[in-house]
C-alpha cells in the first residue's frame, strides 16, 4: 500500500482528458444553465442589472444560496472598485471564484497506517443514491492501480442489495463477505475485516444500509459498524465516503450536512452528475458542508467515476 502520506494516490488522468470526460457528464447542466450563463455574460454590458440576473442563474443552477451570495458580493465590490471593467472580466472572476469555493485536497483516499493492511472505507448514503453502483465504480478504479479489493455486505436488510454486491464483485473479480438476511451489519463488518486481515486484501469496502438523516436507529447502526471496524483495524474506517444523487439538488446538500454531523463523513460521491442539469449542486454541497467532494460519477460504466477536480470541473462546465 502506499505510505508517505497515507494517501491512495489516484489514477494520473492528462487535464484535457478530464475535462472531456466531464463535459460529456456535464451535458444537461452546461446547456441548460451555465452555456447560458456565459452566453448571458459575453452578450451583455457589464453592469449591476448583469450581475443581478448571473445571481438568478446561479441559484437555478443549485450552486446553492451560500455560495452564490458569496461569489455576487465578491462580484458586485470589485465591479464598484473598477478592478471589473468588461462583461469577459465578470466571467473569468466567476470561474476564478468558483474554483477557490471547490479548492483545497479533494481525490486522495486516506489509508492504513504503514505496514497495515487494510485500508478499511465505508460507504453510506440514502436508498436509491447510486451507492452500490459507486462501490463497483470505486472497486474497479482500485483494482485497476493493482490493490486487491474484498467486499463487505453490511446492507442485510434488503436482499436485493447483497445480490447486486454479489453480482458485481463477480464481474469485477472481488471477494465478498456477506451475512444472512436480517442479521446484524456490523456482525457482517466483524467477519469481512478479519477475513481482509487473514487474506491480506489490501482495500476492504464496506456497504451499508441506505439510511435515511431522519432515521436516528439506523444512524446509531452506522455508529456500531464504525466502532467495530475500529477495534478491528488500525484507525478504521480509514475513509468514510457519502454517496450523493446529484438528481436530488439541494436536498443532496442537507444531507451532506446531517449525515456529516453524525457518521464521521470525510468524504462524497456526487452520483448520477450526468442525468441532471443541477451540477451545481457539486458547489452547493462544499460550500454547506465543507466535506470534500472526492469523486462524482459521470455515467454507468465502471470507469466513469472521475476523481474530482476543481479546476477540470469549472472548465468543464464553462466549455464549449
Do not use: Y
Amino acid at each position: 500500500m502506499p505510505s508517505a502520506d497515507c494517501l491512495i494516490p489516484l489514477p494520473v488522468r492528462f487535464f484535457k482528458a478530464v475535462i472531456s470526460k466531464l463535459k460529456d457528464g456535464l451535458a444537461k447542466t452546461r446547456e441548460v444553465v451555465f452555456g447560458g450563463l456565459k452566453n448571458l455574460i459575453l452578450g451583455r454590458k457589464l453592469d449591476e442589472q448583469l450581475i443581478n440576473d448571473v445571481e438568478v442563474m446561479l441559484l437555478q443552477a443549485d450552486v446553492g444560496v451560500a455560495a452564490t451570495q458569496k461569489l455576487i458580493d465578491s462580484a458586485r465590490a470589485d465591479f464598484k472598485s473598477g478592478k471589473l471593467k468588461e462583461s469577459k472580466d465578470l466571467l473569468e472572476h466567476l470561474k476564478a471564484g468558483l474554483r477557490e469555493l471547490l479548492g483545497g485536497p479533494q481525490t486522495e483516499l486516506r489509508t492504513a497506517p504503514e505496514g497495515f493492511k487494510p485500508t478499511v472505507i465505508l460507504v453510506t448514503g440514502i436508498n436509491g443514491a447510486g451507492k452500490t453502483t459507486s462501490i463497483a465504480k470505486l472497486t474497479h478504479m482500485l483494482k485497476q492501480q493493482g490493490l486487491s479489493v474484498m467486499l463487505g455486505a453490511c446492507d442485510t436488510f434488503r436482499a436485493g442489495a447483497v445480490r447486486q454486491l454479489e453480482i458485481w464483485s463477480e464481474r469485477l473479480s472481488a471477494e465478498i463477505v456477506k451475512g444472512q438476511q436480517g442479521g446484524d451489519p456490523a456482525a457482517v463488518a466483524f467477519d469481512a475485516c478479519k477475513a481482509a486481515i487473514a487474506r491480506g486484501v489490501d482495500v476492504l469496502v464496506l456497504d451499508t444500509a441506505g439510511r435515511l438523516h431522519t432515521q436516528d436507529p439506523l444512524m446509531r447502526q452506522l455508529g456500531k459498524i464504525r466502532s467495530v471496524v475500529g477495534k478491528q483495524i488500525e484507525g478504521g474506517p480509514h475513509e468514510t465516503l457519502l454517496v450523493l444523487d446529484a438528481t436530488t439538488g439541494q436536498n443532496a446538500t442537507r444531507q451532506a450536512e446531517e449525515f456529516g454531523k453524525v457518521a464521521g463523513v470525510t468524504g462524497i460521491i456526487l452520483a448520477k452528475l450526468d442525468g441532471t442539469a443541477k451540477g451545481g449542486v457539486v458547489v452547493a454541497v462544499r460550500a454547506a458542508s465543507s466535506i470534500p467532494v472526492k469523486f462524482v460519477g459521470v455515467g454507468e460504466r465502471p470507469e466513469d467515476l472521475q476523481p474530482f477536480d476543481a479546476d477540470a470541473f469549472v472548465e468543464a462546465m464553462f466549455s464549449e
